[in-house]
Each structure stands twice: as C-alpha cells, then as structure tokens.
C-alpha cells in the first residue's frame, strides 16, 4: 500500500482512530508521517489535525482552490435539501430513511454509499430500465468509457477528435460528481484516486484542444 | 396391584402427509414507489389523494381476468372480505385515510389485495391456501406489470426498486410460506433450524405471536395470551435484486419449505418411536378440550388445532373429515370472527365464539380407538 500523501512511498505507519462511532483510518510513510507531526517512535499523535490536512488536500481539488499548480474544478456541492420533498440532509443523516425517490438522486452518498462496488441489478425491471441498458445519464463504469484507446461514438458528421472530447468531457462530469460524492461520505482513498482520474482527463483535454490542426481532419 | 396404564391408541395407517398438509399457505408482499411520487409518511394529503388518483386508474384498467378488484370504504368491509386469509393484512400497514385506498380481489385460487399509499404509494398481498405455490407468485408478477403499463416506478439500476425504509432497497418482494411443524416443535428442534436458516438469508418466525420476539403477522389479542399452534413463516431475510431475482427468490423459499417438511416427518417419526403415549395424550385431551369447551382463547386453539392435526395426519386420532381443520386458522383469528358474528367487542364473547366454531367443526372428531400396543 503507497502513502495516501505522497504516493510514491511504501505506507508503514498506520493510524486508525475511533470517534463518535466511525473508524478513520490513514496510511502514511514514516517521512510524510513525520512532517505531519506524527511521533513514529513516541506514538504521539495528533489525529483531527491529520485528518484535517488531508481533507483539506482534496477539498482544494473539490472546492475550485488550486493545488500543486494543477487547475480548478468545479463540482456543485450536496444541496442542503431535496427538491422535491424538502427532506434536508441532516434529517435523512439522522434516520437514514428518504422522503422521496429524488431524495436518492440529491443524496446518492448517504443513502446509497458503496453501490459503484455492487453488480447490477438481477431482478424485474420497469420498462423504462430495460435490460441491459443504462439509466439516461452517461456513466463511465462500463466497459471501455474514459479509456482513451477506445473509439467513442460518434453522432452522424461529427469529427473523431471532437467526439473524443465530448466524451472525456462527459466523463470528467461522472468522476467530479463521484469525487464529490466520496469526499460527503468521508471515502479519502476513493475520492484521491478520482482526484488523479480527473487530473489526467483534463491533461488529455488540454492536450486534445491544442493539439495540431490536422488532427481534427482525421 | 400394579396400575395398569391405559392402553395406547392403535395407529390407523395412513398416507403420509405430503407437503401441502404442512405447508398451509403461500404468502407474499411487494412494494413499489412512484417516481415521481413521495413516499406516504412525509405526503401531504393533497399529494396522497394525487398519487392516489393516477393508481386507481391503472387498477381500474387490470383486465376482467384478474377479477376487478373491489375498493375497500370501512374496515369492517376489509375483514369480510379476507377472511379466508391466513395472513391478515398487518394493522400497522393498513390505512383507510385520505389518499388511500384497498382492493380485493381474487384471481383463480389466489387472493390478492392492491394498497395504495399505505406504506408504500403501491402495495400488492398474494395469498393462496395449501396450493401450488408458484400461482401466487405469477398472479403477483402479473399484477405488478399490468400496473407498470400505466404507472412509472421509482427505480434505480443502482439500487433497485426504491422504497422509504433503504433496508427494503431492491425487488421490494417478502415471500412466506407458513408451516404446521408439531415435530420439530415438540421435540425442540426448531431454534437450531432457525439459526441455520437465519445464516442461509431466511426467517423462521412464529406465525402467530409466540415467545420469539421476532413474530411476524397480526399481535395475538391480549385477552387470549400468546399463540403458537407450533405455525411457523418462512420468509426472504433479504429483498434481493443485487445478486439473485424475484425469480430465484420464489425458488429458494419454495425449496427451503420444502427441505423443512421432510424434516418435520422425520421428527414425527422420531417421536412417535420415542414418546408415543405423550403424543396420544396430548391428542386426546385437545379433542376432549375442543368439544367441550364454551370460551376458547385464540392461541389455545391453535394449540388445539395443531395436535388434532397431527394426531390425524400419524393415524392416531381418526377424523371423519381431516377437511374440517383445514381454513381453521383463519376462521378463528379476531378479526375474522368478529366480521363473522358482529357484534363482538368484548374479548368473552369472541372466545365464546371461537369455542362454538371448533365445536361445530369438531363434533365428528372419533374417540382414539383403544387397543393395545404393547405389554406392559
């Protein structure tokens, strides 16, 4: 396991704290662990502030803020309410219990935390889920999405290069809303493995939109 | 001298049981939610009373051969008219308030009612009495596609069927089977059964109250005590949709069901071999107990009930109609009783009732015929 920090480093100090009935747990290398204050001889520790700058690393990303010069994403943050019933976040938080199905679009993390790790669904489905088919927005977990070796589709007279960026751009939409979503469900390793995700699509992206000008007559 | 003890009852033979003499009845429950609907508990009434109005046209439109259900107005009309279930509709699901409403109906052997905004914007009940328990099952599926022609449901590739409690998350489908298991009752066997099953995703439940603080259907009425009738419900622990389909969930409860059965004729056997004079007594008393009897208390009976029928199902207690037990369990529940013999609104005038229905269904019930067995 690599440091959750700095990524390239073997993960030897390991750190796990309960508190308010949650367990949190952070896998460090003993450099990044020193320079976050953490005694790796002594044991001492200082977990809330730990925990603290690593989330604030991946709030940079999530809230548009800048970091390590990359550029800034906008992602909509988790609406306080659903809009169609008016049951707010921390009620559902509370009980657990919906008010209404558009409460599990508006609050997909909490209700529905762990669902991408699931298989599809076996039973009956309505007609408007047929078998085999996706729900109407795009989602990049089937087989060959974001990857970019892969031919995307293309509407009739549409130029591969600009078929290959509405469907890295589609994607980078699926993975912030993803990112967002971990980040509400406190799922760190989750949410900086989007992070990268999304970091490479926008490379790609740039480098799509800059490339040659023959490109886009092949 | 030496007592002589009464002699043991001869053992008529008889064929043994098949499963459809243990299991007594098929049960099962979906629920499914409008898309675009809210669920019932946070609906205003103006929102209830519009959901409402889309469904009862889509039920409306359920063809003649699903028998054009009826809509329930009071609660009394309700009991009339489910009175052969096994299974009544549980109270805490059943609302007849604004933006509400209930059916009946019947398709071939199998009784269906369709709720709506109870506790689920749409709520459909399949029950069929010691039949060939696949009908129910299709009879529901019919029912739920009929309905989705006209109505859109809340559902998610993700999740499944999406519902106001995210522990009923998937097919949304509770399928039961109840079973008469005085076997592996008497002999103690069924908390190991149970824990087996609960590790395999089933519940094995009391049916009617009981010590198990896990009973499903109707509380007993606290006049009559607790009931048990050695009646168990085996039902789906888990809604499935993930990793197994409503399909395969038929399948499995029909099949675990059936793996109890054989079970319980073993434990029959094993107890007549082991305690035969126990079983005769117990017999015996139950039929001298029901038809004498001028107050029955509802779990006392179903006791009764249980050792009548097995004393006429291992050949010791003749019965000239076996078929007088059967529908039983459902005549003497409360409600039943009290839409049958209004009115009924103390709890002495519904065991006076009771006492009378086994009275008159029981007067045929022969005395064990007494030869001996053994020497003694």
Known sequence: MLCEKCKENEATVHLTQFLDGRIRSVHLCE????????????????????????????????????????????????????????????????????GCPRCYETFRAVLLPGADELGTYQGWRPKEFPEGEAPAAPDDRTPGAG?????????????????????????????????????????????????????????ELESLSTGPEGDEDA | MKPRPKALPKRRKVPVPGTDRIVLDSYFRLERNLADGVFPEQAEDEQREEMAAAMREAVKAL?????????????????????????????????????????????????????LNQCANLVIWAE????DREEPALVLEGLVRLLGKRLE?????????????????????????????PGLSLRGLVPAVARGLEEIGFGLRHAFGGKDPHRIGPPAQSADGPASGNLYALSNLHRGGRYFSEKLVFQVVRRQAEDLCAKELEARE???????????????????????????????????????????????LPLRRPEAL????????????????????????????RAEVLRRALKDADAPAEKRLDKE
């Not at chain 1, 010069?69 to 049951?87: D, K, Y």
Request: one cysteine or more; hydrophobic letters at 40%.
């Open chain 2, 153 to 181: 449901y809340a559902f998610r590739p993700d999740a499944g069927y999406l519902t106001a409690d995210t522990s009923r998350l998937g097919t949304g489908l509770a399928a039961t089977a109840l079973l008469h298991l």
């Open chain 1, 147 to 203: 990857d970019s070796a892969a031919a995307p589709e293309r509407a009739p007279g549409e130029r591969p290069l600009a078929a290959r960026m509405r469907e890295c751009r589609r994607s980078l939409e699926s993975k912030q809303r993803r990112l967002q979503e971990a980040v509400e469900a406190e799922r760190y390793e989750k949410a900086a493995q989007l992070r990268d995700e999304i970091q490479a699509l926008k490379r």
């Open chain 2, 270 to 316: 094993r107890l007549l071999e082991d305690v035969p004079r126990e079983v005769a007594d117990r017999t015996a008393r139950s039929r001298a107990a029901v038809q004498a009897a001028y107050l029955m208390p509802f779990g006392e009976a179903l006791d009764h009930l249980s050792m009548l029928r097995l004393g006429a199902e291992t050949g010791i």
């Open chain 1, 31 to 98: 450099g990044c662990a020193s320079a976050m204050g953490v005694d790796v001889q002594g044991g001492t520790l200082d977990m809330g502030r730990l925990l603290e700058d690593m989330r604030r690393q991946v709030e940079e990303v999530v809230g548009g803020k800048p970091s390590r010069g990359e550029g800034a994403l906008s992602v909509p943050p988790m609406p306080s309410a659903c809009p169609q019933c008016g049951m707010r976040r921390e009620e559902i938080r509370r009980t657990g219990n919906p």
């Open chain 2, 128 to 131: 069929q009495a010691r039949g």
């Open chain 2, 63 to 115: 063809p003649k051969g699903m028998h054009p259900p009826r809509e329930v107005l009071r609660e009394a009309a309700l009991w009339t008219g489910v009175r052969e279930w096994c299974f009544p509709l549980e109270e805490d699901e059943m609302d007849l308030g604004a933006g509400t409403a209930l059916y009946i109906g019947r398709a071939g052997s199998v009784q269906y009612a369709i709720g």
């Open chain 2, 326 to 353: 059967d529908g039983l369990v459902a005549e003497l529940q409360p409600e039943h009783l009290k839409a049958r013999f209004a009115p009924l609104d103390v709890s002495r005038r519904l065991r006076a009732a």
